[in-house]
């Protein structure tokens, strides 16, 4: 049992901070009314932690390489359970967006390095297994969030969910401190331009995908940021080509492998759930159920995906990583054909079961091997970027979809004189989307993750990569 204690720590932090993402939603409402803020100013309580995290995600990867994924990942802990405390004192909407800001960039740390720590610390099939499960928890805690947030604030008041993160930290900073090894290290310093640069670039991008979706493509703050962020993601190529110690090494992109590993990230993330917002919203607002029956009724996705990781585990080592990315992808989009075929203006909240489970066996498949391969594609001292990489590129996707989404969801509504026509038609074209999304990150990671007879196969940590550019 002692040997799966370290996965217990790197779980916990995975957990609270992805159950974080959606936690909010259902408190916005009783937080408007407590702190005297309009419900559309508090909307940036959700939306400035998906910035930072997007933001941040490699800076601390690359920072973690530098001083040590433990002890980077024990900041971020620490930092996210001062954040939240934060929230939870909050008196006024300004100071709870800006806490949320911060617990956001503790959370970049700790998701920036816990598949690195999985990654150092088991091998074989325990390797494996463990893998399984921490992808079952980064899948069921996203869909956890708004049970445990209709919960506490019925019952406790919308303080609670906040608070609810500080024991949760504790535990797992202890427990990383004693059973997590310290891991390798790499000499040298920040790629400090090339942080800067990238940081402006994520978060110019996400702040116009959210703004974009709230105001509209043609708002002037949108195409700003817009702008803003293609010359910067332009300029980040030649600042890290010329760094000594790049940040990112671009070399790594030119590797059909690699590539395809951070586009079915991006493709995964968007069509598995960037459609789920939606659903809550017609479960909510159309059918009527509280936040508390509305987050059970997507407890089918959470709880396949996490049955479905928790066994698939104890088998991944034995196969290419393609096989369960690619597949899981495909059955995404099989699940999300169903709810396309199912949802329409008489349904009810049964109309969702098949599909959702479905979808989330895809999850279960894709998630525990995403950031494993792209782990095992670079060498350990590169694993903070490489794992960081990916879950931008995943962050990103989820910022994308959501906004995308968005504006078809909110084009159906205006297109039809019914509220539940409008939603039902408006879940029948993002269903489509999230298939289509999803079947084309499948098809790319099928073509591009095929190991050539010169490299070794990406999931196998124990065969050195070739000593080349890429593997520098």
Same mark, same amino acid.
């Given at each position: ?24 939603n ?9 702190l005297h803020?309009?419900?559309s ?15 941040l ?7 973690a390489d ?7 990942y024990?900041?971020?802990l *620490?930092?996210? &359970? ?23 960039a ?14 150092v ?43 609810v993160?500080?024991p949760?930290?504790?535990?797992a900073?202890?427990?990383t ?16 331009p ?5 940081t402006? @670039? ?5 702040? &116009?995908?959210?703004?974009g979706?709230?105001h ?15 010359? &910067? ?10 760094? $000594? ?10 590797? $059909? ?5 951070? *586009?079915?990230a991006?493709?995964y993330?968007?069509a598995?759930?960037g ?12 059918l ?8 059970l009724?997507?407890?089918p996705l ?18 290419q ?15 999300s ?20 489970a479905?979808?989330?066996?895809g ?8 950031v ?6 670079? $060498?350990p001292?590169? &694993?903070g970027m490489a ?8 962050q990103?996707g ?17 297109? *039809? ?15 489509l989307l999230?298939?289509?999304a ?6 790319t ?18 065969t050195p990569?070739?000593?080349t550019? @890429?593997s520098?």
């Amino acid at each position: 049992m002692r040997k799966w204690l370290p996965l217990v720590a790197i779980c916990l932090g995975a957990f609270i901070l992805l159950v974080d993402v959606t936690i909010v939603n259902v408190a916005l409402p009783r937080m408007a009314d407590d702190l005297h803020a309009s419900f559309s100013s508090l909307q940036w309580v959700i939306d400035v932690y998906a910035l930072a995290l997007a933001a941040l995600l490699m800076v601390t990867g690359s920072l973690a390489d530098l001083f040590g994924h433990r002890r980077l990942y024990t900041a971020g802990l *620490t930092v996210f &359970a001062l954040a939240s405390l934060a929230c939870a004192l909050a008196p006024n909407a300004a100071v709870l967006i800006a806490a949320r800001g911060v617990q956001g960039a503790g959370g970049a740390a700790m998701f920036a390095t816990s598949a690195a720590l999985v990654s150092v610390t088991y091998k074989g099939r325990d390797r494996g297994v463990a893998f399984g499960v921490w992808g079952a928890v980064n899948g069921a805690a996203a869909a956890a969030g708004p049970i445990m947030g209709g919960l506490l604030t019925e019952g406790f008041g919308w303080q609670s969910i906040f608070l609810v993160n500080l024991p949760v930290a504790a535990l797992a900073v202890a427990l990383t401190l004693r059973v997590l090894p310290a891991g390798a290290r790499r000499k040298g310093s920040l790629d400090v331009p090339g942080a800067l640069v990238f940081t402006v @670039a994520a978060a110019a991008v996400t702040y &116009a995908l959210i703004r974009g979706g709230e105001h509209g493509w043609g708002d002037g703050l949108t195409v700003t940021a817009f702008v803003v962020a293609g010359v &910067a993601a332009v300029a980040f190529v030649p600042v890290e080509l010329r760094a $000594p110690q790049p940040m990112l090494d671009m070399a790594l992109l030119r590797r $059909p492998a690699f590539a395809g590993l951070l *586009t079915g990230a991006l493709l995964y993330q968007m069509a598995a759930f960037g459609g789920m917002v939606f659903i809550s919203l017609w479960l909510q607002n159309v059918l009527g159920l509280s936040p508390v029956r509305s987050g059970l009724a997507l407890m089918p996705l959470a709880g396949t995906a996490f049955v479905v990781a928790a066994v698939a585990g104890r088998f991944m080592h034995r196969l290419q990583p393609r096989v369960p990315i690619g597949v899981g992808l495909i059955v995404i989009a099989a699940g999300s054909l169903m709810l396309w075929a199912t949802v329409h203006p008489g349904s009810g909240q049964s109309a969702l079961f098949a599909g959702l489970a479905v979808a989330g066996a895809g999850v279960g498949l894709t998630t525990p091997v995403l950031v494993s391969a792209a782990v095992d594609a670079v $060498p350990p001292a590169r &694993a903070g970027m490489a794992g960081a990489a990916v879950n931008t590129f995943r962050q990103l996707g989820l910022t994308l979809g959501i906004a995308l989404f968005g504006a078809v969801f909110t084009d159906r509504l205006r297109a *039809t004189h019914s509220l539940r026509a409008g939603y039902a038609s408006g879940i029948d074209r993002v269903s489509l989307l999230c298939a289509a999304a999803a079947l084309v990150g499948g098809l790319t990671v099928l073509l591009t993750l095929r190991p050539s007879r010169s490299e070794a196969p990406a999931h196998d940590a124990a065969t050195p990569l070739p000593r080349t550019t @890429a593997s520098r």
